[in-house]
T-cell receptor, first 115, second 116 residues
Framework: GAGVSQTPSNKVTEKGKYVELRCDPI?????LYWYRQSLGQGPEFLIY????????DSGLPNDRFFAVRPEGSVSTLKIQRTERGDSAVYLC?????????????FGPGTRLLVL | AQSVTQPDIHITVSEGASLELRCNYS??????LFWYVQSPGQGLQLLLK??????LVQGIKGFEAEFKRSQSSFNLRKPSVHWSDAAEYFC??????????????FGKGTKLSVKP
């Protein structure tokens, strides 16, 4: 079946603009995760959804970042008033139920560049 | 706080040589442990994971890893490296060690280069 997909694959924006990044998880996966990967670093956790609700948003760096998953499937990560420091690859992953031992399946990422 | 350390930023090995990538974790109990690989332009792919039982875990593409509680380590090994193994490798643990929460803490990664 289809894996995790993310759109767009690349996004270039100007400082201060608003961006939306989309993630389409594997069908039937109730858990969805967003991570951010800066150059030369490992992915850093941002937010975790269990179904439609954000079960843990402790990784969001500030209130400019927000994410939704209104129907428990597709998720959108929203960044307001973008800053150059937001430039990174944003990764989405999904797993069946969100248990700690489960494999997370990652999408190819969205590369965000803020000029 | 939990942490994952990968001491080697970049390793170069010759094709056909053996490989060991190091991973150390900081957690009070035995956590679940994962190794993921990231090839250029590709998403992260699970190589193997440990969550109980036999401390030597077999994974895909001929990789294995050994959990050593006494050393808080989970090193990744491969007896004979192929040129296609060139990639970045990440060790990870779930926040809280495991259980009902799967958010992962990743190490900074080790980039593997393979010489012909």
């Amino acid at each position: 079946g289809a894996g995790v997909s993310q759109t767009p694959s690349n996004k270039v924006t100007e400082k201060g603009k608003y961006v939306e990044l989309r993630c389409d998880p594997i069908s039937g996966h109730t858990a969805l995760y967003w991570y951010r990967q800066s150059l030369g670093q490992g992915p850093e956790f941002l937010i975790y959804f269990q179904g439609t609700g954000a079960a843990d948003d402790s990784g969001l760096p500030n209130d400019r970042f927000f994410a939704v998953r209104p129907e428990g499937s597709v998720s959108t990560l929203k960044i307001q008033r973008t800053e150059r420091g937001d430039s990174a690859v944003y990764l989405c992953a999904s797993s069946l139920e969100g248990q700690g031992f489960e494999t997370q399946y990652f999408g190819p990422g969205t590369r965000l560049l803020v000029l | 706080a939990q942490s994952v350390t990968q001491p080697d930023i970049h390793i170069t090995v010759s094709e056909g040589a053996s490989l060991e990538l190091r991973c150390n974790y900081s957690y009070g109990a035995t956590p679940y442990l994962f190794w993921y690989v990231q090839s250029p332009g590709q998403g992260l792919q699970l190589l193997l994971k440990y969550f109980s039982g036999d401390t030597l875990v077999q994974g895909i593409k001929g990789f294995e890893a050994e959990f050593k509680r006494s050393q808080s380590s989970f090193n990744l090994r491969k007896p004979s490296v192929h040129w296609s193994d060139a990639a970045e490798y990440f060790c990870a643990v779930p926040i809280g060690g495991g259980g009902s929460q799967g958010n992962l803490i990743f190490g900074k990664g080790t980039k593997l280069s393979v010489k012909p």
